[in-house]
Structure formats: structure tokens, C-alpha cells
């Protein structure tokens, strides 16, 4: 079972399928996560892929701060994922609400609606910061992995 | 004679509009105000006969008493006629344009969703901008409205 | 239930099983869409009352991220009507620096176009090139502002950010590589025929429809529509520079794509001009805390085209009321227009054809079926990747367009 358990961390580590998801962003933060998809920044050599489908999904980023309209549809997302899922907010907005906090048609950050396992703060999120955000979560899952084989 | 001057010419002659209604600020722009009721007799004369044949942006106004339109309308040449009407807040109703420009029928919905304006003859469909869920009376621009209402939801 | 001649658009929540709102909501008839309705509003924040309850110089930044594709467009347009009403006088080589960036914009933004473009028809080699050759222009514009995206560029009255002798030659030589791939993309759009059938007779719009909808910038260019705010209502420095305003005949999305590659020439042509010729002279001019009572409408042309403000002010630090008409919001009748009698699998590309300001990452689509009476609600990626099979299986396939 733990042999098993790790080959499934291990290819989960390696290869984490991003589903990216727009919350009421204002699109700067969606291209630069793109933007660490092309060739200049190419976070395929990470294993990483962007996927359409929350099922097929590892990794949630988010961008933007939730707007009531989408707010359902957020968590309908979330619920969707099958675990060990991780949420990523992308952006100062998806961190906290960001230059939007207190109007009226905003509910705050990410995690005001479902948690959050990495905040990657910018205005927006350069590719460099997002790529790093990522690695430092896919570390942890190794960290957190290795520490509950030991205990 | 620059083109500003010649429409407002214009304009006071067939309209016979009071000077402190019509004024421009700079070239290309020309601001006029005009009684509810004869927007429409000046809209569709500066539509047809002054080539007003773009409009830009419909803005709404909370005047205090009164909810105010603005119709940005453009020529191809550049020039903007901004024209602005005024209807009581407590029953502020106005009628579509969408018959001459089917561009107007977000602008109008914004005004039915944050001013409470009432559109008439404006077909059915989705709101916009506000949510499905978005409390009924609730209208964001007006200026007593505060955002401490918005947790209340 | 149904007719033969007309048909019925669902409006309004159709599934009370479906408790999100749909983006898209599409009456199928076979393989056609017999009609369209979108839903917008997921983005709305309440940027113009936020506007109103914090003081001009906050709202500069507040106002850039309307959208951060065009963040200087929203940024310019509106410090241009509060300039306006405050009767301030800006230094030209603030405006030609206003100018620089403007078409820099306008640059990393149909690059970016094309890249997305490319990915909708299933053309990723496409979204690889352009987005790699976009990094030039992102270069740039960290170089010259400070970052890639939302550059903070304008303050009311000037620009804060000045340009140097070395960094002039380093936008010139930025161009110079920059349209050498442009030509490349041109001659692509030209002779691959894949491209051409793709994207010809897809969203056809014309020239007389594209006039009564609306439509602005390069979508109704297109169509033969030559209206350009630069050149009709110019603003910044564009009365000093000679540039083409593009437009074409084709009415569909090819004619958009041929557009928005011209575009690009035509902007490496301004911006070599604006560096020529930058007047010397300080960057801004004092402006007020309280802007005095007025109001002013500004105009830009926007990448995705005619973005629309409207500013009152009241003598207070504080604007009375801001109106912000973004460039998508004009073209969405004309959207609709051209997806009537379409096949579904041409939806994705036409609605990317206009550039929309909407993310569409993942806006849920819902069909309703008159064959079979059925409601299906599918993803956004759902639809692109039926639509680039739908293609394929008719002949269209981009893994064999290579070089």
C-alpha cells in the first residue's frame, strides 16, 4: 500500500494537471499564468499541464476576487475535483481581494469561498512568481509526504 | 464656422434651446440639455439630419432629486453631442432607443440594475451587470446607497 | 413549442437544476445555432461607484485594472478627461511617451490575440510563436515602466516614467525583430491554406450590420467599417504621426486576423515616428487635488477598440461619477449577430474573434436542442476542443502546418 501510495504521490508531484479558473479577474493575472505556459517561461518542463475538466485536475488557480455571479460556480468547481486537490490563488485579488476590496459586487479573496493551499501576491502575478509558487507547493507535498512515511 | 458651432446653430434653430442648455467645452464636444419629453424629436434630428450615426455610451446620473441620462452620440467626423435628460427619482421612467441602435440594450439594462430606471419597451432578457440573486430596490449608483448594505444579501 | 420560422432564444435561468448562471446560452438546430444569448457581468466589481468614494489619484490605479490587457488604455482614456475638465495642458513629450506605450499595448495585445486565436482552432504552435515573440514587447515594457502588465505609467497631468537614449535604441531594435516575424505571420495567413479555410465565410458579419450593431474596432474594420478614434477624435500624440487606419472586405474572422496583423505594422511604424521625433521637456504638469466641477467624455482606441469615458467632477478630491464603456460591450449585438445560422463548432473562434474582454476560461455554455428537446450544459474547453474535432474531421488539421 505505501509503495503504492508513494508512485501515485511521486507521478502527482511530477506531473500536477492545472485547471485555471477566472473569478472576476481583470485578465492580468490569466495571461501571465499563460504567459509560464510558452516557450520563455515553459512550465511544461515542470510536468506541469493545463487541463479543461475539474476531474481531470490536481492544482486550482484562481485569479481575481470572487464576484457574487461567480461564486457558485467556484465552489461547484472545487467539489468537482477529486482529492488530494490544491487551490492556488494567483494574484494580490485572489490573495485578498486586492485593490477591490469593500465594492459592492466583491466577496474578498479566494479563500473566502473554499481554502486555500498557495498564495502567489503581484499585481499581477509575474510567470516567474507563479512558477515558484508552484514548485514551493509541490515541494511541501513532497515534505509532507516524506514526514508521514517516517511518522 | 467650426463644426461645434454650426450643429449648435443648428440645433437652437430647430429646437429654439436657452443658451445656458447648450454649451461646448472643447473641439468636438457640444453638451446639451433637453426636456424629457422632446429627447426624442432632437435625438432622431441629430440622427438623421446631423449625422449623429454613433452611439458611444448611455450614462446615468444620480442628480439628488433627479436621475439623469446622458446619450453620448458621435458623427463619423469626430464630433460628440452629449445630451442629457432629467426624470423624477420617485418614478424615473424613460423609453428604449434600442429601435435605432440595438447597441443601447446593455447601456439601458446598466441603468434598469444601477439606477432603477425604468426602460420602456426594452425586450426581455438576461440583467446586467448585477447577479440573479441581487436584492430587489437595491440600486448601487445611487448616491445614498452604501456598500454596508451589499453583506446583507 | 417550436416554429419553423422563428425560434426561441432561452433567457433567463432555463434549468432550475442549474444553479449557476450560463455565459452562454445557444438554441441548436442540428449542428447550427439557430441563436445566442450571453450573459455578461461575472467581472463586474463596481469599479465606477469604487470610483466615486476614493480621490482621483487612487482611481488612476483603480481604473487600470478594469483590464489588464489594456490596462494603459482604460488609464489614458481616463486621466485624459479628468486633464480635461481640470484645464491642464500636457508637455508633449509626456504625450508622445503616452503614445509610446499605447501602441506598445497595442502590440503585446494582438500578439497575445493571435496566440489565443491559434489555440481556439487548435492551432497551438501558433499560441507557442506568438507568445514567445510577444515576450519581446513584454521586455520592453518592463524595461520602460517597471512591469509587464499594468505599467503605472500615467499620473493626471504627465507620465511619471521618462525614456532614455539607450532604451530608445532598444525599442527600435525590438521593432525591427518584432516585424520581422510579423511578415512571417502575414505570409502564413496569406498562403496556408488550413488558415484560410478555417477562418474564411467563420462569423460572418457585414458591412451594413456591423454599422447598425455597433461593432468597434478591428471587428468592424473587417467589415469595412473605417472608423479609428485615433484618426476620427484623435487624442495623445496621434495628430502628429501618419499611420493607415486597416480595413477590409473579407466580413468574417479571417478579415479580422488580417486586420490585427496589419495593425501591427502600422504600429511598428508609430512608435518608430513617436522615437524620432520625442520633443524634449519635462514629463507632467501640477495638477489640482480638487479638481474643479465639470464633466468631460474621452475617447481611445483601445486593441479591442473604441473605449468610452465619461467624467463628472464636483470641486472635490473626489470624482462625482465615472463612467467606463469598455470596447467588448459594443461588439457583443454584433457577436450575436454572427453566430445566428453558424455551425457550434465555429462558436469558440468567433466569439475570440472580437478579442472579448470577458475571460473566457471557463464560461459555461448551455444548449438547448430543438431536435431533441434536450438542455446539456457544456464547458467552454468542452466546446473548443468540438469544434477543432469538427474541423478536423472536415479536413482541417494544423499538426500538419509546420516551419
Known amino acids: 500500500m505505501k509503495a503504492i501510495k508513494k508512485i501515485v504521490t511521486w507521478a502527482r508531484i511530477k506531473s500536477p494537471w492545472i485547471l485555471h479558473f477566472n473569478t472576476g479577474a481583470c485578465n492580468a493575472c490569466d495571461i501571465e499564468i499563460i504567459a509560464a505556459l510558452t516557450p520563455r517561461y515553459d512550465i511544461e518542463r515542470f510536468g506541469i499541464q493545463l487541463k479543461g475538466a475539474p476531474r481531470h485536475a490536481d492544482v486550482l488557480m484562481c485569479s481575481g476576487p470572487v464576484t457574487k455571479q461567480i461564486e457558485d460556480r467556484l465552489v461547484k468547481i472545487y467539489e468537482q475535483m477529486a482529492q488530494p486537490k490544491f487551490v492556488v490563488a494567483v494574484g494580490t485579488c485572489a490573495c485578498s481581494g486586492g485593490i477591490f476590496t469593500g465594492c459592492y459586487n466583491i466577496k474578498g479573496g479566494i479563500d473566502t469561498t473554499i481554502p486555500v493551499s498557495l498564495y502567489i501576491p503581484g499585481c499581477p502575478a509575474s510567470p516567474k512568481a507563479i512558477i515558484d509558487g508552484v514548485v514551493k507547493l509541490l515541494q511541501s507535498l513532497e515534505e509532507s509526504e516524506v514526514s508521514k512515511d517516517a511518522s | 464656422m467650426p463644426a461645434e458651432e454650426n450643429i449648435i446653430k443648428q440645433l437652437k434653430e430647430k429646437f429654439s434651446i436657452a443658451d445656458d442648455k447648450i454649451k461646448t467645452t472643447r473641439q468636438r464636444r457640444i453638451f446639451l440639455e433637453v426636456e424629457a419629453g422632446d429627447f426624442r424629436k432632437v435625438f432622431d434630428f441629430a440622427l438623421k439630419q446631423l449625422k449623429f450615426v454613433k452611439l458611444c455610451a448611455i450614462t446615468g446620473l444620480d442628480e439628488n432629486e433627479k436621475l439623469a441620462v446622458l446619450y453620448h452620440l458621435a458623427q463619423d467626423e469626430g464630433v460628440i453631442l452629449n445630451i442629457k435628460i432629467s426624470v423624477p427619482k420617485e418614478k424615473p421612467v424613460i423609453k428604449t432607443i434600442t429601435d435605432k441602435f440595438s447597441v443601447a440594450d446593455a447601456y439601458e439594462r446598466e441603468l434598469v440594475d444601477l439606477f432603477g430606471i425604468d426602460v420602456e419597451g426594452l425586450k426581455p432578457g438576461f440583467r446586467y451587470p448585477l447577479p440573479d440573486g441581487w436584492p430587489a430596490g437595491q440600486y448601487p449608483l445611487r448616491k445614498d446607497w452604501k456598500p454596508e448594505v451589499k453583506n446583507g444579501k | 413549442m417550436e416554429n419553423k420560422d422563428k425560434f426561441r432564444i432561452p433567457i433567463g435561468p432555463q434549468h432550475p437544476a442549474l444553479k449557476e448562471p450560463e455565459g452562454f446560452s445557444v438554441a441548436l438546430k442540428g449542428e447550427k445555432i439557430m441563436g445566442v444569448d450571453i ?6 466589481r463596481g469599479i465606477e461607484k469604487a470610483c466615486e468614494e476614493r480621490p482621483y489619484i487612487q482611481d488612476v490605479y483603480l481604473i487600470e485594472r478594469v483590464c489588464g490587457i489594456c490596462s494603459h488604455s482604460h488609464s489614458t482614456c481616463f486621466v485624459q478627461a479628468v486633464e480635461e475638465i481640470a484645464g491642464l495642458q500636457l508637455p508633449k513629450r509626456a504625450s508622445y511617451i503616452r503614445t509610446l506605450i499605447a501602441e506598445l499595448e497595442r502590440v503585446h495585445s494582438h500578439l497575445l490575440w493571435l496566440g489565443v486565436a491559434g489555440h481556439e482552432i487548435g492551432f497551438d504552435t501558433l499560441l507557442m510563436y506568438t507568445w514567445r515573440d510577444r515576450e519581446i514587447v513584454m521586455d520592453i515594457l518592463a524595461m520602460l515602466t517597471g512591469n ?69 474596432g478591428p471587428t468592424a474594420r473587417a467589415s469595412g467599417v473605417a472608423r479609428d478614434t485615433r484618426r476620427d477624435d484623435p487624442y495623445a500624440a496621434y495628430a502628429e504621426v501618419s499611420f493607415n487606419v486597416i480595413t477590409d472586405n473579407h466580413n468574417d474572422v479571417y ?6 496583423l496589419k495593425e501591427l505594422m502600422e504600429s511598428y511604424k508609430i512608435i518608430r515616428q513617436l522615437l524620432k521625433n520625442i520633443p524634449d521637456g519635462p514629463l507632467s504638469v501640477k495638477a489640482p487635488r480638487n479638481i474643479p466641477a465639470g464633466e468631460a467624455i474621452s475617447r481611445y482606441e483601445a486593441p479591442r477598440g473604441e473605449d468610452v469615458h465619461y467624467v463628472k467632477s464636483n470641486g472635490t478630491e473626489m470624482p462625482e461619477r465615472v463612467k467606463v464603456r469598455a470596447p467588448t460591450l459594443a461588439n457583443v449585438q454584433a457577436v450575436k449577430q454572427m453566430l445566428k445560422d453558424r455551425y457550434l463548432a465555429d462558436m469558440p473562434i468567433v466569439i475570440a474573434a472580437i478579442d472579448p474582454c470577458f475571460s473566457c476560461t471557463d464560461r459555461m455554455v448551455t444548449v438547448q436542442n430543438f431536435d431533441t428537446g434536450n438542455h446539456e450544459t457544456i464547458s467552454w474547453d468542452t466546446l473548443r476542443v468540438y469544434g477543432i474535432n469538427w474541423h478536423k474531421d472536415r479536413g482541417v488539421d494544423f499538426s500538419n502546418v509546420t516551419k
Open chain 3, 39 to 44: 450573459r455578461l457581468g461575472y467581472n463586474h
Open chain 3, 255 to 260: 478579415g479580422r486576423t488580417v486586420v490585427r
Open chain 3, 148 to 216: 509587464r502588465v499594468n505599467y503605472g505609467v500615467n499620473v493626471i497631468g504627465g507620465v511619471k516614467r521618462d525614456i532614455t537614449p539607450s532604451q530608445i535604441q532598444d525599442v527600435l531594435k525590438g521593432m525591427d525583430l518584432l516585424e520581422e516575424r510579423t511578415k512571417y505571420y502575414i505570409d502564413l495567413a496569406m498562403r496556408e491554406e488550413t488558415i484560410i479555410k478555417r477562418l474564411s465565410g467563420v462569423g460572418v458579419l457585414s458591412h451594413e450590420e456591423a454599422l447598425s450593431l455597433g461593432a468597434v
